[in-house]
């Protein structure tokens, strides 16, 4: 007949602020400033374009007729953009596309990356259009070695390419190792340029000097083929020129285009790696695994956090973590958590706000500016987390700390009505269920109604409805005084009822 009563109050409070956490991470993370936030190319691996020359044999003129694929990128070259752009030249080739326009909009990204991107437009058979568009775009750092890669070069006006100098991520490179790693590139983006009839010396400038260029410039120095307000005037424009050195011509005059897109989970692993991003994911894991282990149960705060620290995993595989920022990310919620277990007068929260700051300036190893997370998202995550080390974790600690109210407890102050005589025990009948009690006063008869006054374990104390405490004292020590000479009842260890007689 124990009716536990409380327990589900706490486990709805939990749920809804592990829910509330999770979509405030969410929201963080997508009005951050990083969302379309990339890197900075890192220092590009030995190879050189000689050994895949190979590969660009001339080929047939592509087909009048055939439709022309149109994609868009933005942000990052990361390994999901790589994957997505391998894919679809290597699908438009099996489809038989006339050629594949690639939008871009970057300002760097991975050295490995890059290369995937630039051998898929080296291996491709049918004409591979790098776009900068629209105007505003850039393609800086790992993005221009991609642009000579192509087999057709194209900026819209107001766009700009260049800086290409290599950045190392990690450790801060010597002098000796920096001239390496600069002659390499320079080495590598020269003969990329001067593959495909455009000028080298400039794009060797832009690695060894990090220049760059608007659009027209660009076009003005033979650094691109073609510069076009829009899509429809590129088309326009390429038509019949024939690529160096796959000389391949182009019949895209009144083609019909077909765009394609990421998919949706392409689309996320693209957006979650970046700086900023990681950083946001990592707290918003680490403040659930916070909330899960401050109340019982499995709940959304504990789920959320294990995704979202798995998505900050999948973000540190592509990006140059420092476990040093990691461990004074960690030892910032471990303050935070401490100062509200004991009373240091906010030097354990201060301290954890420094740890939170300095565990995000440091989570990244690298010089690049776009290596790094951004105040904003820094200030941000400060915000939340003193916000939920201040409220919601104070209101979980209140509702566990009180006194759960459970079976006959909940009934106190309740009215019932006798279903047996109380001499003084007997049962009454309260919200429907019947109870075992015991009256202080007068004896009770069958039908008789009453007040509940308290409980001892399973067992309610009334008093008759309408009689107040005074009274029902009162009565109490003259119903004692009456019979004391008959004697009181009292229960026994073995749970039987004995009569003792009271002596004078």
């Known amino acids: 007949m124990k009716r536990a009563r409380g327990k589900p109050r706490l486990a709805g409070v939990t749920r809804k ?41 001339p080929t047939a003129p592509t087909v009048p007729g055939a439709p022309i694929w149109v994609t868009q990128v933005k942000g990052v070259i990361d390994p999901a953009l790589a994957g997505y752009l391998t894919k679809t030249m290597k699908k438009a080739a099996e489809e038989g ?12 990204g991975l050295d490995s990356s890059m290369r995937d991107i630039i051998q898929a437009e080296i291996d491709s058979p049918i004409p591979i259009v790098f776009y900068v568009y629209p105007q505003g775009a850039r393609a800086a750092s790992a993005g221009l070695y991609i642009l000579m890669g192509a087999d057709v070069a194209a900026m ?88 160096v050195p796959k000389g391949l011509t182009l019949h895209t005059a009144g083609a019909t285009v077909k765009e394609v897109s990421m998919n949706w989970v392409q689309r996320f692993l693209h957006a979650i790696a970046n700086p900023d991003i990681a950083y946001i994911l990592m707290t918003i894991g680490i403040l659930g695994i916070i909330m899960e282990l401050s109340s019982p ?52 929260g201060l301290g954890g706000a420094a740890s939170l700051i300095a565990g995000g300036l440091l989570l990244f190893n690298s010089s690049a500016p776009y290596l790094r997370v951004s105040w904003p998202a820094l200030i941000g995550v400060l915000v939340i987390v003193v916000i939920f080390f201040t409220i919601v974790v104070r209101a979980v600690a209140r509702v566990l700390r009180r006194r759960p109210a459970v079976g006959a407890e909940t009934l106190v102050g309740a009215s019932g009505i006798t279903v047996s005589p109380l001499a003084p025990e007997g049962q009454v009948k309260v919200h429907g269920e019947v109870w075992r009690a015991r009256v202080e006063g007068a004896h009770l008869l069958k039908g008789e109604p009453i ?46 009822w004995t009569r003792v007689q009271w002596r004078q």
């Open 17 to 57: 602020l592990g829910l509330a956490l999770f979509l405030v991470g969410v929201f963080l993370a997508l009005s951050s400033p990083a969302w379309a936030a990339s890197q900075s190319t890192s220092a590009p691996s030995q190879s050189t374009w000689a050994a895949n020359q190979g590969t660009c044999a």
């Open 97 to 108: 596309a006339a050629a594949l326009v690639v939008q871009i909009d970057t300002p760097g």
């Open 156 to 243: 819209a006006p107001q766009t700009n390419i260049g800086a290409a100098t290599p950045v190392a991520l990690g450790e801060e490179m010597d002098e000796t190792m920096k001239a390496k790693v600069t002659n390499d590139a320079a080495a590598y983006i020269r003969s990329l340029a001067s593959t495909h009839a455009r000028n080298a010396d400039w794009a060797e400038k832009a690695v060894r000097e990090a220049v760059s260029l608007p659009a027209e410039e660009a076009l003005a120095q033979d650094v691109v083929e073609f510069v076009a307000p829009d899509l429809p005037s590129l088309l326009q424009a390429m038509d019949g020129y024939t690529t």
């Open 297 to 348: 149960g499995i709940g959304v705060a504990g789920v959320a956090g294990v995704i979202a620290l798995l998505m900050s995993f999948y973000a540190f595989q592509v990006l140059p973590v420092n476990l040093v920022g990691i461990a004074l990310v960690v030892l910032a919620m471990i303050l935070f958590l401490a100062e509200l277990k004991i009373q240091s007068h906010g030097i354990l």
């Open 451 to 496: 007040k509940v006054l308290r409980s001892e374990g399973l067992t309610l104390i009334v008093q008759r409805a309408g009689e107040s405490e005074t009274a029902t004292e009162a009565s109490g020590n003259s119903f004692m005084g009456k019979n004391r000479k008959l004697g009181l009842f009292r229960r026994n260890k073995e749970e039987q």
